[in-house]
């Protein structure tokens, strides 16, 4: 078996291990089980990360070559080390979606904006989860999981109000690391929207300059049509002035010599006989 075919083997199953952890984590931290409950929900999280384990020890051992595979895996790395990042495995269903197959230009930048959207939300999210459970039992201002995602949807746009800030260490640090995915996000956003207009005036400049096109073509091809109408008619003209003459002399030569027109007809043979 090589890497592709491990990757397409993995595809659902990493997402359904994604969305696992998401409920059991959500689960932790709002519904704060005890006893059988939560034990369950640890090993709902256990299970689901020794998937991610398992889905990058085997890729790492398929590979080609190793070094350059863990170079350009990185990310899957940070999602076995980094709880936060592992709901963004659930992204990866929208890649294989075929709904988002439509024309090239629109299927690739209408699979960013979704991507993009789903990724902000799901960060948005998770960065919620993450600080209120790092939060929780100190003198935070971020109390309960309305707060969490307030702080966090102010945050990620980097907008920064203010009136809530992580007090821990985590969730500074998770703070830090928001803001910079929020820049980013915010960056592919902005660039994709300016894609999209840059090719939307191109394309009614094109269609403009086809249109003026078309005119000046269909106006060549009136002017060579009434062009050879008038040559036609000229022609037409000539020959009807030209044909009664000619009737003329064809009737002239056809017809029969009279009497008084014989007396005027030399006879080249009588007159050699009268010298």
């Not at 090589?2 to 397409?8: D, P």
């Amino acid at each position: 078996m090589n890497s592709k075919r491990w990757q397409h083997i993995m595809e659902w199953p990493l997402v359904v291990a994604a969305l696992i952890f998401l409920g059991a984590y959500s689960w932790q931290v709002i519904g704060q089980p005890t006893g059988t409950h939560a034990e369950i929900a640890l090993a709902l999280v256990i299970v689901s990360w020794l998937v991610f384990v398992i889905d990058y020890v085997v890729s790492l051992f398929l590979a080609e070559v190793r070094w350059n595979w863990f170079r350009h895996h990185l990310f899957d790395l940070a999602v076995i080390a980094l709880p936060l990042l592992r709901p963004l495995r659930v992204l990866r269903a929208i890649t294989v979606l075929h709904i988002l197959n439509r024309t090239v230009g629109t299927a690739v930048r209408g699979r960013i904006l979704i991507y993009t959207a789903s990724a902000s939300a799901l960060l948005v999210y998770a960065a919620a989860l993450a600080v209120l459970d790092a939060e929780r039992g100190t003198e935070s201002a971020i109390n309960s999981f309305a707060d969490a995602i307030w702080w966090a949807f102010v945050t990620v746009t980097t907008v920064g109000y203010g009136d809530m800030a992580p007090v821990s260490g985590f969730g500074r640090v998770l703070a830090v690391f928001l803001m910079l995915g929020g820049i980013a996000l915010l960056g592919v956003v902005t660039g994709t929207l300016a894609s999209w207009i840059v090719e939307k005036v191109s394309t009614d400049a094109e269609e403009n300059q086809s249109a003026t096109v078309a005119h000046i073509h269909a106006l060549e091809q009136t002017i060579e049509a009434l062009a050879l109408q008038i040559e036609t008619i000229g022609g037409e003209a000539r020959t009807g002035s030209e044909t009664p003459s000619r009737t003329g002399d064809r009737s002239n030569a056809s017809r029969p010599i009279g009497r008084g027109q014989e007396s005027s007809v030399i006879d080249p043979v009588a007159s050699a006989d009268r010298c």
